[in-house]
């Protein structure tokens, strides 16, 4: 957990985002770190959904990590859950300030490769962004409730002016 | 059914001008088989070229055109032919002067043999 303005990150990623979420034509995107905390999304219309997403996200990397070390794997690649209409992609990749998950939920106007594909490029473009470049300092809960509902209330309210 | 596979891109790698030829699963966008040449990003292929091919299937089918079989794509370098095998679609990467009639005959026949 981060003991900084979310802000400034948000601000970073929103165009790296948005060109993934048109090349790959996924119809949600959320991008979280280790703790769950939200730092993009797109295609959500209610917070709660985002909260929970977020929260499954981060549990469901956490989990699937320490199957892969239960495994003598070092790391996992990517979730990937094929539903009758809509599939999902949960992938982690590293920037050299910390460790983000990518949320991803498509249709058949999208693929598995194709996410993989721009999800490399997204990979490669938020970690040269100089605010993902450090370690950040930890906070506790309090702070990380804060955190959230700063980042919620900005992603809505900017959804909301745009729309 | 991995025998098949292996033997339809090789026979598609055997002709001249071939860089390399894939197997994708269409649905997914993902390689199932391949054997190319260095320097051909084997996912961004199979990702584009599967997209590729289910949006004009698509269109095909919009246009009351009925199922699509091969598609070919030109470029200033190269060319790439796909043919379409039920849930899978074989990709060809061939040079700018590679014999292209030939190339989609071994496609058609490759796609053929699976499907």
């Given amino acids: ?163 | 059914m991995s025998d098949v596979l292996s033997v339809a891109l090789s026979r598609l790698s055997r002709v001249d001008g071939v860089r390399g030829a894939l197997i994708v699963d269409a649905q997914a966008g993902v390689p199932v088989v391949s054997e190319l040449a260095d320097g051909v990003a084997e996912p961004a292929v199979a990702a584009l070229a599967a997209s590729l091919f289910r949006r004009t299937a698509k269109a095909a089918g919009a246009a009351a055109f009925g199922g699509l079989e091969t598609l070919q794509l030109e470029a200033e370098a190269g060319h790439v032919v796909m043919a379409g095998a039920g849930e899978l679609v074989v990709v060809v990467v061939a040079e700018a002067d590679a014999q292209l009639g030939l190339i989609r005959l071994e496609a058609q026949r490759a796609a053929g043999s699976l499907a």
């Fill in chain 1, 1 to 163: 957990m981060r003991q900084v303005d979310l802000q400034p990150l948000v601000e970073a990623l929103r165009e790296p985002m948005r060109r993934f979420v048109r090349e790959a034509r996924v119809r949600i995107a959320l991008l979280v770190n280790g703790s769950g905390q939200i730092l993009a999304q797109h295609g959500f219309t209610r917070s709660y959904e985002v909260v929970s997403v977020a929260a499954l996200a981060a549990a469901a990397h956490a989990a699937a990590r320490a199957l892969a070390q239960l495994t003598g794997q070092a790391r996992w690649t990517h979730l990937h859950h094929a539903g009758q209409e809509l599939q999902l992609v949960l992938a982690p990749f590293h920037t050299p300030g910390e460790e983000l998950i990518l949320v991803a939920i498509f249709d058949e106007d999208s693929s598995l490769g194709l996410v993989q594909l721009y999800l490399e490029r997204l990979a490669g473009e938020v970690g040269q962004l100089p605010q993902f470049q450090r370690v950040l300092a930890f906070t506790d809960a309090a702070g990380f409730e804060r955190e959230l509902e700063a980042g919620l209330r900005s992603f809505f309210a900017s959804e909301l002016g745009s729309g």
